[in-house]
Each structure stands twice: as C-alpha cells, then as structure tokens.
C-alpha cells in the first residue's frame, strides 16, 4: 500500500510542478491554488509512505516519478523541447524507479 500511495505522490508531484509553472510565479490565483494542493497532498503521500518504506528509496522514487513525468508533460503539452537526450534520460529515471520498487517490495 505504502508503494502505491508513494507513485500517487509522485504523480502529484508532477501536478504540483505544472501548476507551479502556470501560475507565472504565483500571479495566477488558479494554477496557484492547484500548486497549494497538490503539494500539501503529494507531501502528504511521502509523509505516509516513509512510516514503513527506506527514506533513500521512497524518496527516490517521489522525485523520479514526478521528475519523469513532469519532463514528459513538458514536452507533450508546454512546447518544450524534445530530443533523443531527453527521451533515454526519462526512460532511464523510469527504470530507476522500478528496480527501485523491485529492490524494496520485501518492505
């Protein structure tokens, strides 16, 4: 359970990243809000999820989940750009993630 609140996280963290990035620095009361939130409830989730699962490992995988996915909405939605670079680097923080889940599912 705890492994699965800490991608929610993760996933939220990414929220938390886009929300911040469109609320052109906290001068757009929406997208602000949405920061507010989804931060409170991502930190939340790694909060939750630290009661049972190693720090070095939960907290790899809170930040590899969002930092991947918020590369990859970049990239999809915001015009940012893309290359071959940032592709493999997304697929090797993914593969991070998961052999980090692999190594700690006997928590």
Known sequence: MAWAVLVASGILEA????ALKLSDGFSRLWPSVAFAVLGT?????LAYALKSLPAGSAYA??????????ALIGMA????????????SVVLI????????????GH
């Open 41 to 45: 409830v991502s930190f939340a989730g």
């Open 77 to 88: 939605w915001l015009r940012e750009p893309v290359s071959v670079v940032k592709i493999v």
């Open 61 to 70: 995988v809170w930040t590899g989940t969002g930092g991947a996915l918020t």
């Open 15 to 18: 929220g938390w990243a886009i």
């Open 94 to 105: 993914v593969a991070g993630v998961v052999g980090l889940n692999l190594a700690g599912a």
